[in-house]
Structures are given as structure tokens and as C-alpha cells.
């Protein structure tokens, strides 16, 4: 089945504990993408990788880290996380950019206490 | 003022009517993606299109190029249709550019 699974799904954390949450596609994709999602502030782009070793910052990359290693595995590390990155968090990926369907991963939902 | 405007931001219905959402957007484009978004959380790909109109099922959408606009529409809507839509576009100025509208909040009551 084609997925992309992202872990952990809930995280509870204290401001300044790095952090890592991990994605993984099985289908091949060059493109992957990690977003938060706000209340009233939709979806926006946080990083995203055209293929491995290659990635780019979004719209809000600031306290993020992105490394791809491997075509499948994109994680998404909070090196001091803050309050102010409590949200929902989606990786998704696609074949290519933004003209090709795009699949999302469950979501993650931390809290930065 | 958004590149993606959605409407309406919220929408009930009853069972069996038919629902139209909007998105009107402002940037070129290279394609326009509709998404649902069921409660829990999980975001699944429903459309995209680059021009015309695309059907699966009961749900229908239309995209005008030259009006920047798309609709997704919903027959005989159902209570398991109730979910957040979201209108997505890929910018045809930028290679790996994704700009979300904020949502339309569906729900269908029996």
C-alpha cells in the first residue's frame, strides 16, 4: 500500500529538548515535503527536498532542520524546540514539485511546554 | 489579501443536497489540488487539475483558467462528507511551491 508514516503521531515536549520526527515514503518519490498547520493559518511550508541531499527552505523554516539521506526518509528536527512550534505537522510527497498528486502522512501533533 | 481565497469558510448542510466550494486565486498556476481534511486529521488528495473539470463519484471539480477560479462540488452530500476542504495551488513561477487557502468546514447533518 502506498503511505507515507510519519512518527511519533502525539509528542509532549519541553521548550529547549531537541526533538526529531521522522517520514518515510514507500513509493519512490522525489519530492517530499514537511508543513505546519495552524488554526486560521492554513498549511504552510516549512522545508522540502527535490531528492537526496537536496533541500530548500520554505515558508517557515526558522528553529527547523531537514536532512535527506535516503529517497525514502525525510525527518524533521527541532534542534531547541519553543511554544511557538506547537502545531500539527505534515510530511507528504509527491513525484514531482507541485503538478503531481500529493500524498500527506497522518500527522504529528506536538505541544513545546 | 491571500494568493488562495476560499469560500465559504464554513458550510452545513442536510443530507442529500448538493454543495458547492469555491477557490479563487490570484498567482499563475500549474496546477490546482483539492484536499480533505476529516477530523483527526489526516489529509487526503481528492483532485488535481490543470484544466477543466475531473469527477470521482459524487464529487466533481472544475477549474477556469482564465478566471482563476476553481469549484468542488459535492451531489447527494452524505454526514461522511463532513470534513475541512482545502484548495491547494502549485506555482507555475516557482518549481516546488505549494500555497494552501485556509479551508472550507463542511458538515452534513443527517
Known amino acids: 500500500e502506498a503511505q507515507v508514516t510519519q512518527n511519533p503521531r502525539y509528542l509532549i515536549t519541553v521548550t529547549g529538548k531537541k526533538l526529531t520526527v521522522t517520514c518515510s515514503q514507500n513509493?519512490?518519490?522525489?519530492?517530499m515535503s514537511w508543513y505546519r498547520q495552524d488554526p486560521g493559518l492554513g498549511l504552510r511550508q516549512i522545508y522540502y527536498?527535490?531528492?537526496?541531499?537536496?533541500?530548500d527552505k520554505g515558508d517557515v523554516p526558522e528553529g527547523y532542520k531537514v536532512s535527506r539521506k535516503e529517497k525514502r526518509n525525510f525527518p524533521l528536527i527541532l534542534e531547541s524546540p519553543s511554544p511557538n512550534q506547537t502545531s500539527l505537522y505534515f510530511c507528504?510527497?509527491?513525484?514531482?514539485?507541485?503538478?503531481?498528486?500529493?500524498?500527506f502522512g497522518p500527522g504529528t501533533r506536538l505541544t513545546v511546554t | 489579501k491571500n494568493e488562495v481565497e476560499q469560500s465559504p469558510q464554513n458550510l452545513t448542510a442536510q443530507e442529500g443536497e448538493f454543495i458547492t466550494i469555491n477557490c479563487s486565486y490570484s498567482?499563475?498556476?500549474?496546477?490546482l489540488h483539492w484536499l480533505q481534511q476529516h477530523p483527526g486529521g489526516g489529509i487526503v488528495s481528492l483532485f488535481m487539475?490543470?484544466?477543466g473539470k475531473k469527477k470521482h463519484g459524487r464529487l466533481i471539480a472544475t477549474i477556469n483558467i482564465q478566471e482563476k477560479h476553481s469549484s468542488l462540488h459535492i451531489t447527494a452530500s452524505h454526514p461522511r462528507d463532513s470534513a475541512v476542504y482545502i484548495c491547494?495551488?502549485?506555482?507555475?513561477?516557482?518549481?516546488?511551491?505549494?500555497?494552501f487557502g485556509t479551508g472550507t468546514r463542511l458538515q452534513v447533518f443527517p
Open positions: 507528504a510527497s509527491s513525484a514531482d514539485r507541485g503538478r503531481y498528486e500529493q500524498y
Open positions: 513509493m519512490n518519490h522525489e519530492y
Open positions: 527536498s527535490m531528492n537526496v541531499e537536496v533541500t
Open positions: 498567482v499563475g498556476i500549474s496546477a
Open positions: 487539475l490543470s484544466s
Open positions: 491547494a495551488v502549485g506555482l507555475i513561477t516557482s518549481t516546488d511551491k505549494l500555497i
